[in-house]
């Protein structure tokens, strides 16, 4: 049990790591990845326990508000309202784990994550006049968001598909 808390705290120290350490250091169109998002949203996808990804989303999450410059708390409303609306999606609209139903509730997820995020900071920034925005970069952001999450999305689809049997589906044969 011990072990698997510390894998499960380890897991998204390494997600931070990647997400700010790595990741933002690339070239405009790669650095638009959010990685977080994409693993918790596949997680959710693997059926793995509600409680468990909003646990790991909101150790992620402190952990980036602790390397990120807008309010705190802005990151981690956004990724929690993000992930409770795409499991109620994921569980009442798309209830197969299909290939289409992972990138529509990735397009939904992301858009939701943005808006809220922009929103978040919009109103921080309004309260606090600390931050500018413009709408073009929101704009531009979001785009690079969807296409790169969306690929990251297929890749880890594609790859539990070849080396796991958790995503195969079950068919009735007619005999």
Do not use: Q
Not at 30 to 54: E, K, M, Q, Y
Not at 66 to 93: A, C, D, K, R, V
Request: net charge positive; charged share 10%.
């Amino acid at each position: 049990m011990l072990w698997r808390f510390l894998l499960f705290l380890m897991t998204g120290v390494l997600l931070v790591i990647i997400d700010t350490g790595f990741l933002a250091f690339l070239p405009l169109p790669f650095s638009a990845l959010n990685l977080i998002t994409a693993v918790l949203l596949f997680l959710l996808f693997l059926n793995v326990r509600f409680s468990t990804v909003i646990f790991l989303a909101l150790w992620t999450g402190f952990l980036t508000e602790l390397m990120n410059t807008t309010p705190f708390g802005i990151f981690s409303i956004s990724l929690i309202i993000t992930l409770t609306l795409s499991e109620i999606i994921f569980t009442y609209i798309f209830t197969n784990r299909s290939l289409p139903a992972l990138l529509a509730l990735g397009v939904f997820s992301t858009l939701i994550f943005r808006t809220v995020f922009f929103l978040g900071a919009l109103l921080a920034s309004v309260k606090l006049t600390i931050l500018s925005f413009s709408s073009l970069d929101y704009f531009s952001a979001t785009f690079w968001e969807l296409i790169l999450n969306l690929v990251l999305l297929i890749v880890f689809y594609i790859l539990i598909r070849r080396f796991s049997k958790r995503l195969e589906g079950d068919f009735l044969i007619k005999e």
